[in-house]
């Protein structure tokens, strides 16, 4: 056998837990904060959140919120139902532009729930969304993917498939994601089946709707329902879907639909504002908060009108821009003050919520990246973030999805989770015994404290190299994003896929063949 083939064979039985070579996989794979098949359970967050705001602070926001709310009005566009709904609930339509009585929206939120289990077809796979949970969840949404031969080049659906199988893999991420890439070779009015039902057989954790026509999200509950019985679904949520805000202070026709379709099937809905400051909102952080809340509350508070007690995240993107190009820029001061702000607002109305992940603007994985990745992750975190979209992945300001990237974020957000559980206060972690064996002036190497815990004592990195200068010549002077590209081809050549119901998968494919044969190809 080949020391390729042997490495195969290692991550393999490593997934299935047998034989001695499994054994050992499982030990460093404990020690670097897990491998392949060694799962880690959406983060319980033992640690305090960060708050920039205090009450006062708070309750300005809130009050200049709900003058935008009352005075300028929210845009629902296109949409004659949703403004028939806010008329009967008291607001004040005048054309598409709705106006908002103080106390409103805040009265429509008292029945969305502040935490709901989004069900995996894997139960053990399911997340917990709100509370002191958070989950973490790959890129969403770019064009386009830097490959592991370094091209950068429109994606197809055999990429969308392996960052499935990757995030799937992958121990610190907790969901599956929605849109992973775009998968450009497949029709623009078929893909999202594809998407959707690759999903659901290359892996077995949580995932995210189409919310790219109405039609889309109704064939994404269809699949959803084949998957897990009409009953379920009508009662339980198997789906968390992003809704967007068309900043400034729009809600458009499309997310408008999407959002119906999954709040009157129970399903949840990330209400987000889609920010770059000073283009879609004020260059000020409060200003920007002022318009992330109103935005927040008119969508959010919507969905309540379709469906009483349907999920709903509080969601922020928000990025600065460079004032001298126009472009996005990530891993800067402003953002993270709006995401630890509208954290607190998100608190206050008792509604889970979604920011940030592993933002950057660098068009490769380099230094760039990593500081701009690392500074918008560590807000996230610390600002108590539910659901974290673009945990792993992103690049160039997310048009790139990047398998290098990828790998290296993951062993970021291992490091995070172990953070997250803060300090052991057990009685292992006093270490006393250590302590009072070790006593003056000797070390800890040998004591049968450290030998006990060795193995899981500190987060090991599979990226980083810690070695000496002459074993990193020896094996080859290879960077970060070399050491991640060999893992990302491990890892794809030793995926083996998750069960899936042979009737189950057999009814998928033939929703998807009469679905797809229904229409003719359209690439707009």
């Not at 077809?121 to 949404?141: D, L, M």
């Not at 830097?146 to 197809?156: E, F, I, P």
């Not at 099937?265 to 992330?292: D, E, K, R, W, Y």
């Not at 560590?378 to 974290?388: D, E, P, R, Y």
Request: proline share 5%; hydrophobic share 40%.
């Amino acid at each position: 056998m080949s020391e390729h083939a042997a490495v195969d064979q290692e991550a393999s039985n490593a997934r299935r837990g047998r034989g001695a070579s499994g054994g050992a996989a499982a030990r460093r794979a404990a020690r670097s904060g897990g491998g392949p098949g060694t799962q880690l359970t959406y983060i319980k967050r033992k640690i305090n959140v960060y708050e920039v705001l205090d009450e006062e602070g708070l309750a300005l926001i809130e009050k200049n919120t709900d003058t935008v709310l009352e005075e300028i009005g929210i845009i629902f566009r296109d949409d004659a139902e949703a403004l028939q709904l806010w008329k009967e609930a008291g607001a004040d339509v005048k054309g598409e532009r709705v106006h908002f009585p103080k106390g409103l929206c805040r009265s429509l939120l008292k029945t969305a729930p502040s935490v709901y289990t989004q069900h995996a077809r894997n139960s053990e796979r399911s997340v917990q969304i709100g509370g002191n949970a958070t989950v973490f969840a790959p890129v969403y949404g770019p064009p386009f993917v830097r490959d592991l031969d370094g091209v950068r080049r429109y994606a197809t659906i055999e990429d969308f498939q392996n960052f499935v199988k990757l995030a799937y893999m992958a121990p610190s991420i907790h969901h599956s994601g929605g849109t992973v890439c775009e998968p450009v070779d497949v029709p623009v009015n078929k893909r999202h089946l594809d998407m959707i039902y690759s999903h659901i057989k290359y892996s077995d954790k949580p995932f995210m709707g189409s919310v790219t026509a109405p039609e889309r999200a109704e064939d994404t509950v269809a699949m959803a329902k084949i998957v897990f019985g009409d009953d379920f679904v009508e009662n339980n949520t198997v789906l968390t879907s992003l809704i967007n805000a068309n900043s400034p202070m729009v809600f458009d026709e499309t997310m408008l639909g999407a959002l119906k379709v999954y709040a009157r099937h129970n399903q949840a809905c990330i209400v987000t504002p889609f920010i770059l400051a000073g283009a879609m909102s004020p260059v000020t952080v409060a200003g920007t908060l002022t318009q992330v809340l109103a935005e927040v509350l008119a969508g959010a508070s919507f969905t309540q009108l379709i469906r009483p007690g349907a999920p709903v995240l509080f969601g922020t993107f928000a990025s600065s821009i460079s004032m001298q190009s126009g472009a996005p820029t990530f891993g800067t001061p402003e953002p993270s003050l709006v995401s630890y702000g509208a954290a607190q607002l998100a608190r206050r109305l008792g509604l889970p919520f979604r920011t940030g992940g592993s933002l950057c603007a660098s068009k490769v994985p380099d230094a760039q990246a990593a500081y701009e990745s690392a500074n918008t992750l560590n807000s996230t975190i610390l600002a108590g973030t539910n659901f974290v979209l673009h945990s792993a992945g992103w690049l160039e300001g997310g048009l790139a999805s990047c398998y290098e990237k990828f790998m290296m974020d993951i062993d970021q957000l291992g490091m995070t989770q172990k953070f997250s559980e803060g300090v052991d206060l057990s009685e292992n972690g006093q270490a006393m015994d250590a302590i009072r064996q070790v006593g003056p002036g000797s070390h800890y190497l040998g004591c049968d404290h450290t030998q006990a815990n060795f193995q899981t004592a500190f987060y090991r990195s599979n990226i980083a190299d810690n070695n000496s200068y002459e074993q990193w010549l020896a094996e080859g002077e290879k960077t970060a994003p070399q050491r991640a590209n060999e893992l990302a081809r491990r890892w794809l050549e030793s995926y083996e896929a998750p069960y899936l119901d042979p009737s189950i998968d057999e009814a998928l494919k033939d929703f998807i063949a009469k679905k797809k044969g229904s229409m003719p190809d359209a690439f707009t």
